[in-house]
């Protein structure tokens, strides 16, 4: 059964993915972790939209907990106010677990109205999920990924 | 000093929606005390029982955290700007 509050669907461009999962494998062996930047909607609730992915230094430097380096935090919040825009959520990594927010993921899921992002490396190929975590419950919203045209020649 | 006080969006709602408030204080403890006053729901969430800074909440004053100026007993000037940033953490 889906949750009333499984929205808003994530919508990330190739580029925006491919900043995201590269600097989780950048970060190896540590947990990675980063801000998404986007508007809010007139609801004051993220769209959905990211204006901006925003890789963060993990200050703990830990392969099993990261915390946000608040001069990154602190950078992010002036770039979301010079757009317009607001700090939306937030990505990590688990290196070696499933992309599901584990229980200290909910426990310090600080802001409910973000989208809490999660990128696994524990397989051969990287899984991006992402929720909404409110109250201790969890949500999974769904991702769509804007792909840019593709300008190839046809072979064949 | 007059300052600006800059609150994340988990915040505003505790600050009738402000984005950004005007605050009067010599030091980050007076601000933080008038603007508590001010708002009560605030309280919680920036200070703990003890009345130190609540350590799921970094200050910055312009460029430079507090915790490495003088906390709360840091001097303020007219023009400051302090910034309220949650702490955002998380692990396996």
Known sequence: MTSAFAQPTLRLTESQYATIVGSCYDGLPDEACGLLVGPLGGNGEPTGAVSEARPCRNADASAVTYTIDPRDMLGAMRAAEARGDEIVGVWHSHTHTEAYPSPTDVRQAVDPAWLYVIVSLRDQMPVLRSYRIRGGEIAEVGIELDRAPRTGIPTG | ?92
Do not use: C, W
């Open chain 2, 1 to 92: 000093m007059a300052v600006e006080i800059k609150l994340p969006t988990l915040l505003r709602v505790q600050a009738d929606g402000q984005a950004t408030v005007a605050v009067e204080g010599a030091t980050v403890g007076e601000v933080f005390n008038t603007l508590v006053e001010r708002y009560p729901g605030l309280r919680g969430n920036l200070l703990d029982d003890s009345g130190s800074l609540h350590k799921f909440v970094n200050v910055y004053k312009d460029d430079d955290d507090i915790r490495y100026l003088d906390g709360l007993d840091t001097k303020l000037a007219d023009g400051d700007v302090l910034s309220i940033l949650p702490a955002v953490a998380g692990g396996v």
